[in-house]
């Protein structure tokens, strides 16, 4: 099976043997690939340049099994110059793509949120919304729905409450259980409304978040964290 001119964002890339790459691609069309760029690494390869992350292309590949070969790429947009936070927020959305989404499955949808959230890492600052709004999206595309607004039993949440949020059955009031993140109701509407401006809200959503990552993907280890921490500490 041949397919021609997919638009398709590159993941990461692996070396295979002595000349030529794995490829780990986002496409439109067919979600998640493994595709073989044969002779890649050689220096004049005509697809070495174009096995970038963070760019849009068009691509064309063959074959039916888990691992497909790339034929040819081509640019279909503007390279979007992801820088310092940006640029590790955006490998951090590559890896749990890998890690958390099954190959072979399309989700245009989430394909074209993805392409959003890249524009907008490019052009914003505003890395906590990016960043959760992409997780929770990410969550709700593999069928784990992230509840903000009501408590396990269906109560509207309140706003000046304390809560414990635990993964797959949601919030719930202190004394029902010890397990999962402690917070407030306001930080669960906060993140509802996309609103992390208030310290709290985004230290407690980012808490959040990370603790349903971690449940939902097993136990895979993500290497972005530790940019992450780089990062953080050298900001201090």
């Given at each position: 099976?041949?397919?021609?001119?997919?638009?398709?964002?590159?993941?990461?890339?692996?070396?295979?043997?002595?000349?030529?790459?794995?490829?780990?691609?986002?496409?439109?069309?067919?979600?998640?690939?493994?595709?073989?760029?044969?002779?890649?690494?050689?220096?004049?390869?005509?697809?070495?340049?174009?096995?970038?992350?963070?760019?849009?292309?068009?691509?064309t590949?063959?074959?039916?099994?888990?691992?497909?070969?790339l034929f040819?790429?081509?640019?279909?947009?503007?390279?979007?110059?992801?820088?310092?936070?940006?640029?590790?927020?955006?490998?951090?959305?590559?890896e749990?793509?890998?890690?958390?989404?099954?190959?072979?499955?399309?989700i245009?949808?989430?394909?074209?949120?993805?392409?959003?959230?890249?524009q907008?890492?490019?052009?914003?600052n505003?890395?906590?919304?990016?960043?959760?709004?992409?997780?929770?999206?990410?969550?709700?595309?593999?069928?784990?729905?992230?509840?903000?607004?009501e408590?396990e039993?269906?109560?509207?949440?309140?706003?000046?409450?304390?809560?414990r949020?635990?993964?797959e059955?949601?919030?719930?009031?202190?004394?029902k259980?010890?397990?999962?993140?402690?917070?407030?109701?306001k930080?669960?509407?906060d993140?509802?409304?996309?609103?992390?401006?208030?310290p709290?809200?985004?230290?407690?959503?980012?808490?959040?978040?990370?603790?349903?990552?971690?449940?939902?993907?097993?136990?895979?280890?993500?290497?972005?964290?530790?940019?992450?921490?780089?990062n953080?500490t050298?900001?201090?």
């Amino acid at each position: 099976m041949r397919f021609d001119d997919q638009n398709i964002y590159i993941l990461h890339t692996y070396p295979f043997k002595e000349t030529s790459l794995l490829v780990e691609i986002f496409s439109e069309n067919y979600g998640r690939l493994s595709l073989l760029a044969k002779g890649a690494r050689r220096p004049r390869s005509l697809l070495r340049g174009y096995l970038q992350p963070f760019q849009q292309v068009q691509a064309t590949w063959s074959g039916d099994g888990d691992l497909k070969t790339l034929f040819s790429v081509e640019w279909t947009s503007k390279y979007l110059g992801l820088q310092d936070q940006g640029l590790v927020c955006g490998f951090y959305m590559n890896e749990l793509i890998i890690k958390m989404l099954s190959k072979d499955e399309p989700i245009q949808s989430f394909f074209n949120f993805y392409h959003t959230c890249l524009q907008k890492l490019s052009s914003s600052n505003d890395y906590e919304k990016i960043l959760r709004s992409f997780e929770i999206k990410l969550l709700e595309e593999l069928g784990y729905q992230v509840k903000l607004l009501e408590d396990e039993d269906g109560n509207e949440i309140i706003t000046n409450q304390l809560y414990r949020f635990e993964a797959e059955y949601g919030a719930s009031l202190l004394e029902k259980t010890n397990n999962g993140i402690k917070l407030r109701g306001k930080t669960l509407k906060d993140m509802a409304n996309d609103d992390y401006q208030d310290p709290v809200t985004a230290k407690e959503s980012k808490l959040l978040m990370r603790y349903l990552i971690n449940f939902y993907m097993g136990n895979n280890i993500l290497k972005t964290k530790e940019l992450f921490l780089k990062n953080e500490t050298e900001r201090k």
